[in-house]
């Protein structure tokens, strides 16, 4: 990461926590590593994200319906799953620093810094020729450029065939010929990589040992699998249709930095649409481009978002795509899209004996439908909005008294928190203050707010902009005569006098979620 971009992250999670967005989990304790608390405007907003991803999934779709399974379910599905075997990172400690890693990220910081080193020199070459820069045939033919690439990519082909073959010792070898280092200490003192599941488990009270076992659930989609025939049957569905649901889960990560990105306790929104088999490509492509599109209506640069293949499939796909945002950190995954075949419900099948098949009334067939499965993590959107959204802006003239600048969070007023504030102009002057609550009670049964006489306008104003608040509504003395307020819009500043009864209205016609969906 960059200086900038390791300064920008770092002002975002201060501003999280400042604002009330998000804590560290048991933070008197010094924390839980990876686990966090959501506050007053983070649990807002997060909520805001479910309901537009509910609304898009399951209320724009008559073919899709919704599920809220448990998080604990019969250890068994965790077998049929393939999760109990396959569910692993590769991890390796550093015998000096007793630090723990994932052997992949440590080789891919390697090819990182390779790609840095290309860019460089791309940079370099295009301040050197100006406007006739070619930057694709630069980097196809600049014998430097090239060797950094070439580089990168045999050490990836390599990591990627070890992963693939579940060769750790292959693995191992990488680390100690690219002499990766501890990168917190320096040493290159390392055990043999090891693979490492990632369910955390738990015991049942009246079954000791293995009997007993449960896990956290390490992803929401099994309990749509399982519950698959008990839906399609009580809601008379037929192929192709779709199961949605929110929810935690939970993942022992081994190495979990990056503030939300990867937590140990998450949530995730998921919908399995369950298709005739021979018709998952036309499925696939479909739910990529909706979902790109789902992003896109929030006014998200196109630039900010890209689709990655992956090059290692789970153990469960035949087809896997990453929609990547670009966190401060570098482009990452937000969401995968993955064609699942009738891996899960065929092993499900096996292992608990039911079928779980749909009988196909245009063919008079039975079979085990084919799924594809569209799975984004609340958190990762959720920091995906924030980083977006946060800017700083120079505000001119200062007659506010509040300085030159500005923080606002630009968030899409559908997802804003809070929808307006209320604020007199004096707060010790009963008229305006009874005025200005008299709104805010009027407003409140139409969307969140808050009346805020805490400070004066200019720091009331900064902190609303702060936090996100689309409109700022402000109670004078002309207010008191003739029913009229200033509205103040957040990201323009504009100011205009409009009436009271106009309020509802134009804030409604801001922040209304069906926009999104048109
Ligand atoms: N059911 C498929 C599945 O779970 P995944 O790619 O492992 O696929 C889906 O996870 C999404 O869940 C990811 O794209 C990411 O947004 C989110 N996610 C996964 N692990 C996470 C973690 N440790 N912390 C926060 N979000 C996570």
């Given at each position: 990461?960059?200086?900038?971009?390791?300064?920008?992250?770092?002002?975002?999670?201060?501003?999280?926590?400042?604002?009330?967005?998000?804590?560290?989990?048991?933070?008197?304790?010094?924390?839980?590593?990876?686990?966090?608390?959501?506050?007053?405007?983070?649990?807002?907003?997060k909520?805001?994200?479910?309901?537009?991803?509910?609304?898009?999934?399951?209320?724009?779709?008559?073919?899709?319906?919704?599920?809220?399974?448990?998080?604990?379910?019969h250890?068994?599905?965790w077998?049929?799953?393939?999760?109990?075997?396959?569910?692993?990172?590769?991890?390796?400690?550093?015998?000096?620093?007793?630090?723990?890693?994932?052997?992949?990220?440590?080789?891919?910081g390697?090819?990182?810094?390779?790609?840095?080193k290309?860019?460089?020199?791309?940079?370099?070459?295009?301040?050197?020729f100006?406007?006739?820069?070619d930057?694709?045939?630069?980097?196809?033919?600049?014998p430097?450029?090239?060797?950094?690439?070439?580089?990168?990519?045999?050490?990836?082909?390599?990591?990627?065939?070890a992963?693939?073959?579940?060769?750790?010792?292959?693995?191992?070898?990488?680390?100690?010929?690219?002499?990766?280092?501890?990168p917190?200490?320096?040493?290159?003192?390392?055990?043999?990589?090891?693979?490492?599941?990632?369910?955390?488990?738990?015991?049942?009270?009246?079954?000791?040992?293995?009997?007993?076992?449960?896990?956290?659930?390490?992803?929401?989609?099994?309990?749509?699998?399982?519950?698959?025939?008990?839906?399609?049957?009580?809601t008379?569905q037929?192929?192709?249709?779709?199961?949605?649901?929110?929810?935690?889960a939970?993942?022992?990560?081994?190495?979990?930095?990056?503030?939300?990105?990867?937590?140990?306790?998450?949530?995730?929104?998921?919908?399995?649409?369950?298709?005739?088999?021979?018709?998952?490509?036309?499925?696939?492509?479909?739910?990529?481009?909706?979902?790109?599109?789902?992003?896109?209506?929030?006014?998200?640069?196109?630039?900010?978002?890209?689709?990655?293949?992956?090059?290692n499939?789970?153990?469960?796909?035949?087809?896997?795509?990453?929609?990547?945002?670009?966190?401060?950190?570098?482009?990452?995954?937000l969401?995968?899209?993955?064609?699942?075949?009738?891996?899960?419900?065929?092993?499900?099948?096996?292992?608990?004996?039911?079928?779980?098949?749909?009988?196909?009334p245009?063919?008079?067939?039975?079979?085990?439908?084919?799924?594809?499965?569209?799975?984004?993590?609340?958190?990762?959107?959720?920091?995906?909005?924030?980083?977006?959204?946060?800017?700083?802006?120079?505000?001119?003239?200062?007659?506010?008294?509040?300085?030159?600048?500005?923080?606002?969070?630009?968030?899409?007023?559908?997802?804003?928190?809070?929808?307006?504030?209320?604020?007199?102009?004096?707060?010790?002057?009963?008229?305006?203050?009874?005025?200005?609550?008299?709104?805010?009670?009027?407003?409140?049964?139409?969307?969140?707010?808050?009346?805020?006489?805490?400070?004066?306008?200019?720091?009331?104003?900064?902190?609303?902009?702060?936090i996100?608040?689309?409109?700022?509504?402000?109670?004078?003395?002309?207010?008191?005569?003739?029913?009229?307020?200033?509205?103040?819009?957040?990201?323009?500043?504009?100011?205009?006098?409009?009436?009271?009864?106009?309020?509802?209205?134009?804030?409604?016609?801001?922040?209304?979620?069906?926009?999104?969906?048109?």
């Open positions: 990461m960059s200086q900038t971009s390791a300064d920008s992250f770092k002002k975002l999670t201060a501003h999280c926590k400042e604002y009330g967005f998000i804590y560290q989990s048991s933070e008197i304790y010094d924390g839980l590593s990876a686990v966090y608390d959501y506050g007053p405007y983070g649990v807002l907003l909520n805001n994200i479910k309901e537009y991803w509910w609304k898009s999934m399951v209320q724009m779709h008559e073919n899709i319906v919704g599920l809220d399974a448990a998080i604990f379910m250890p068994s599905t077998k049929a799953s393939g999760h109990v075997d396959a569910f692993n990172d590769p991890l390796v400690d550093n015998k000096d620093s007793k630090r723990r890693y994932r052997a992949d990220q440590l080789i891919e390697v090819m990182e810094k390779l790609e840095e290309a860019d460089k020199e791309v940079e370099k070459a295009k301040k050197r100006g406007e006739t820069f930057e694709k045939l630069y980097r196809e033919t600049n430097r450029v090239s060797e950094y690439l070439q580089k990168a990519a045999d050490i990836n082909a390599r990591m990627n065939e992963l693939r073959n579940g060769d750790m010792a292959a693995l191992t070898a990488l680390i100690n010929e690219l002499e990766i280092a501890d917190d200490t320096g040493s290159r003192n390392w055990t043999d990589v090891r693979m490492f599941n990632l369910m955390f488990n738990t015991q049942l009270g009246n079954i000791a040992g293995e009997e007993g076992k449960l896990y956290l659930r390490p992803e929401t989609a099994q309990g749509i699998f399982v519950n698959f025939l008990n839906v399609q049957k009580t008379r037929k192929l192709p249709f779709g199961i949605a649901q929110i929810g935690k939970f993942r022992n990560e081994i190495v979990a930095r990056q503030f939300i990105f990867r937590m140990r306790e998450f949530e995730q929104m998921e919908m399995q649409f369950f298709i005739k088999p021979g018709t998952q490509q036309e499925w696939y492509d479909y739910w990529k481009q909706f979902r790109l599109k789902w992003h896109l209506a929030l006014g998200t640069s196109p630039d900010k978002l890209r689709f990655h293949d992956h090059e499939l789970a153990h469960y796909a035949d087809a896997a795509v990453d929609i990547q945002f670009e966190f401060p950190f570098g482009f990452r995954e969401e995968g899209i993955h064609s699942r075949t009738d891996f899960d419900l065929t092993e499900h099948q096996k292992l608990s004996g039911k079928k779980l098949q749909y009988f196909d245009e063919t008079n067939e039975n079979y085990v439908p084919y799924v594809v499965e569209t799975s984004i993590g609340c958190d990762r959107m959720f920091l995906a909005m924030m980083g977006n959204a946060l800017v700083e802006e120079a505000v001119g003239d200062n007659t506010d008294g509040e300085g030159n600048s500005r923080d606002v969070l630009k968030l899409h007023p559908a997802l804003s928190p809070l929808k307006f504030a209320v604020m007199p102009l004096k707060r010790n002057e009963p008229g305006l203050v009874e005025k200005a609550k008299g709104i805010f009670n009027l407003l409140k049964f139409h969307f969140p707010g808050q009346y805020d006489d805490t400070g004066s306008i200019g720091k009331l104003y900064r902190r609303q902009d702060a996100g608040t689309p409109f700022c509504i402000t109670v004078d003395f002309e207010s008191l005569e003739n029913d009229t307020v200033t509205i103040r819009e957040r990201d323009s500043m504009a100011q205009q006098r409009v009436s009271i009864s106009a309020l509802e209205g134009m804030i409604r016609e801001r922040v209304d979620m069906a926009r999104l969906f048109k």
